[in-house]
């Protein structure tokens, strides 16, 4: 689901880098100020099992490729905020070790995936839990792909509009959001079940620990 | 001699007329010849088959080729002499690549391939690296208080 370096226009990825700055300012913040040793380790797990995630890939009907975020599990237990900081480490580290992702779509990547997926995961277990709480964590689940993808869907989607040569040749991204909305909806909403499933199995898990007491 | 002159144009011009039809015919020729071959997958493992590429030499805007890779998830092309090259291939779901490579050192089948690193490898590296990262933060973080 990350975008790689050259398809995002600088139109876009430039003020993306401000937003993400501020963003992770004000992330790191807030961590500084809520966090203590024994939510570390916890953290440094989750995290490894977000990475994990996003680097074994799912072969898809139709020859195509996704893969499980693993971000609603630390969104849920450690907020939003806390998560955004955890998934964009998680992807500076793919990009700039591993090539997976890029140094240009990083804020992009991480505004999308860490940010609004980790917020929407949070916010609908949130709502969910009182009336039933494995639904709301596949909720939370199935939201932290496919809401990160319709986002990352709609970036690439604008491309030909942001970026064009003057005979109308795309410079960056060719298809537009008629094409890129259906190729990258359908294929996360089938993966948001996966991912669901996922979300309740490894909640459950940690929940055994007393994890998610803290 | 009017009649004449206007025989001896059309006459003319029926000559012309093999050469103008050469110009509308596409000639081929098949030939073996070296290739620079490049392979994408997803992850090392499915093929990145049928997707969109755009090949340029280096510093020019409008492609050397264009194309889609093949069931393999190759991109093949007869470099006309060693060089830098930008290839870029795309999917409509987003997923692709931006590559700049040189086809200087590829003289030998292989001899240009990029190191490889499975993806369950990158997975323990990682996730290795974050354990690092997280034991190194433990360090500046506040200690819980405990209540005597």
């Known amino acids: 689901m990350h975008i790689p370096d050259g398809f995002i226009a600088p139109q876009m990825y430039v003020p993306a880098?401000?937003?993400?700055?501020?963003?992770?300012?004000?992330?790191a913040r807030r961590l500084r100020e809520s966090f203590d040793e024994d939510s570390i380790p916890k953290l440094a797990v989750l995290s490894a099992f977000c990475f994990a995630a996003m680097m074994l890939m799912i072969p898809l009907p139709g020859g195509s490729s996704a893969h499980a975020s693993g971000l609603a599990v630390p969104a849920i237990v450690f907020g939003p905020w806390t998560a955004f900081v955890a998934v964009s480490l998680v992807l500076a580290m793919q990009a700039l070790l591993f090539g997976n992702g890029g140094i240009?779509?990083?804020?992009?990547?991480?505004?999308?995936?860490?940010?609004?997926?980790?917020?929407?995961?949070?916010?609908?277990?949130?709502?969910?839990?009182?009336?039933?709480?494995?639904?709301?964590?596949?909720?939370?689940?199935?939201?932290?792909?496919?809401?990160?993808?319709?986002?990352?869907?709609?970036?690439?989607?604008l491309q030909p509009a942001i970026a064009s040569t003057a005979d109308g040749k795309p410079l960056f991204f060719p298809f537009g959001l008629s094409v890129t909305l259906p190729a990258i909806m359908i294929p996360h909403a089938l993966v948001g079940i996966g991912e669901g499933v996922?979300?309740?199995?490894?909640?459950?898990?940690?929940?055994?620990?007393?994890?998610?007491a803290s | 001699m009017k009649l004449a002159a206007i025989a001896s144009l059309l006459l003319s011009a029926s000559a012309l007329l093999p050469s103008h039809a050469d110009a509308?015919?596409?000639?081929?020729?098949?030939?073996?010849?070296?290739?620079?071959?490049?392979?994408?997958?997803?992850?090392?493992?499915?093929?990145?088959?049928?997707?969109?590429?755009?090949?340029?030499?280096?510093?020019?805007?409008?492609?050397?080729?264009?194309?889609?890779?093949?069931?393999?998830?190759?991109?093949?092309?007869?470099?006309?002499?060693?060089?830098?090259?930008?290839?870029?291939?795309?999917?409509?779901?987003?997923?692709?690549?931006?590559?700049?490579f040189d086809t200087t050192q590829a003289t030998a089948p292989g001899s240009c391939e990029a190191p490889k690193l499975g993806n369950r490898l990158k997975a323990l590296v990682g996730a290795s690296l974050?354990?690092?990262?997280?034991?190194?933060?433990?360090?500046?973080?506040?200690?819980?208080?405990?209540?005597?």
């Open chain 2, 24 to 100: 509308h015919d596409i000639v081929h020729d098949i030939s073996r010849e070296q290739a620079v071959v490049v392979t994408f997958s997803y992850g090392g493992a499915e093929p990145f088959s049928f997707e969109s590429y755009e090949l340029f030499r280096a510093g020019e805007d409008i492609p050397f080729q264009v194309g889609r890779t093949d069931a393999l998830g190759r991109v093949a092309f007869p470099a006309p002499q060693p060089g830098s090259w930008r290839l870029k291939v795309f999917s409509e779901s987003g997923h692709g690549a931006d590559l700049d």
């Open chain 1, 104 to 157: 240009t779509t990083l804020p992009v990547n991480a505004l999308a995936l860490g940010l609004a997926g980790a917020t929407v995961a949070w916010a609908s277990y949130r709502a969910l839990r009182n009336v039933n709480e494995n639904a709301a964590l596949f909720a939370a689940g199935w939201l932290s792909v496919n809401c990160p993808a319709l986002i990352l869907a709609i970036a690439l989607g």
């Open chain 1, 17 to 27: 880098y401000g937003l993400a700055g501020a963003m992770w300012a004000l992330a």
């Open chain 2, 130 to 148: 974050l354990f690092g990262i997280f034991g190194l933060l433990n360090l500046f973080v506040k200690k819980r208080e405990v209540s005597p």
């Open chain 1, 198 to 212: 996922l979300t309740i199995l490894i909640y459950r898990a940690i929940e055994k620990r007393g994890w998610t």
